[in-house]
């Protein structure tokens, strides 16, 4: 036993050396960042004859936001989007994964399509959006009117519900394929041999998927919604490119509420403030992730 610790510890002792370049680099890349925006965010901030003049306020930006009634109203919109994108993520790459577990769907060209979406740039997929859901040439309206479905072209992104729902719908049209291809591999992992045996019990498809895939599933469920509660929450491109925010802030999500009352308004240590919001949540989230992938983990060794 003694041999065995010994040589155990010798094992974490190897890798930590190994990787302790790399952690120096992400420290000195992340961590100085990091606080300095919990700095900024106990500061008042304020550009002053080309000059950055601060004083320090304590948690007096943190108590701007309980006032804040821009800051509640992108705090409800990001509650609505995270929530339904998760859902509607989730819900969709499950049916997908299922599809392509199936023995029709599992040729290798079916997966290489089901990635396009998720390979194109952020960036650019917002304006490959913008392009389609254009109110004078977008093809949207074009196939639409082509069908009968609508009389004119719509301003698709001109009305507070419908630009925000369109976010909604492009975030989870990139976002599905890689929930979907996750959600496949826990789907591979699956032993037949619980499905032999629950249909020798004279079970259902249904009743298999219910009793015997769902629970095997439960963990890479989890992780598919603890991940992309994270992105749901980074979600920005979007919103610069297709609405700025608008209309009448009907798009303005907590991400890029920090970023317009930094650069936009100057106002640096309040939009501090708010960002280290979305990192305090950001953090839980990443913890929890920790915490469902562990179990997996021990269960392997």
Not at 97 to 112: D, K, M, S, V, W
Not at 114 to 121: G, K, Q
Not at 153 to 162: E, K, T
Request: aromatic share 12%; hydrophobic share 60%.
């Amino acid at each position: 036993m003694a041999s065995q610790a010994t040589f155990e510890q010798r094992r974490r002792s190897a890798g930590l050396f190994l990787v302790a370049p790399a952690i120096v680099v992400l420290l000195a890349i992340l961590g100085y960042p990091i606080l300095e925006s919990m700095m900024l965010a106990l500061q008042r901030v304020q550009l002053s004859a080309g000059e950055i003049q601060r004083s320090f306020i304590g948690l007096g930006n943190f108590q701007r936001l309980l006032a804040d009634e821009t800051f509640r109203h992108a705090a409800l919109n990001t509650l609505y989007f995270s929530v339904a994108e998760v859902v509607l993520v989730v819900v969709l790459g499950f049916g997908v994964a299922l599809l392509l577990n199936h023995p029709l769907g599992r040729p290798g060209f079916f997966r290489i399509l089901l990635v396009v979406p998720w390979a194109i740039a952020p960036v650019a997929n917002a304006v490959l959006w913008k392009w389609i859901l254009n109110a004078n040439y977008g093809v949207l309206n074009g196939i639409l009117q082509s069908l009968g479905l609508i009389d004119y072209y719509q301003v698709w992104l001109g009305s507070p519900f419908s630009a925000l729902n369109f976010l909604l719908l492009v975030d989870v049209w990139k976002s599905v394929p890689f929930v979907a291809l996750l959600l496949l591999a826990g789907l591979q992992r699956v032993p037949s041999i619980l499905y032999r045996a629950a249909y020798m019990d004279g079970a259902s498809r249904l009743q298999a998927f219910r009793h015997v895939t769902l629970p095997s599933m439960r963990g890479a469920v989890a992780i598919a919604v603890v991940l992309q509660t994270i992105w749901s929450l980074r979600v920005f491109d979007l919103v610069f490119v297709l609405t700025r925010g608008g209309p009448a802030d009907a798009t303005v999500l907590l991400n890029f509420l920090a970023y317009r009352v930094t650069f936009n308004f100057l106002d640096i240590g309040y939009g501090a403030a708010i960002a280290n919001v979305i990192f305090v949540l950001t953090l839980l989230l990443a913890i929890l992730y920790i915490r469902l992938v562990r179990p997996a983990e021990g269960a392997a060794r």
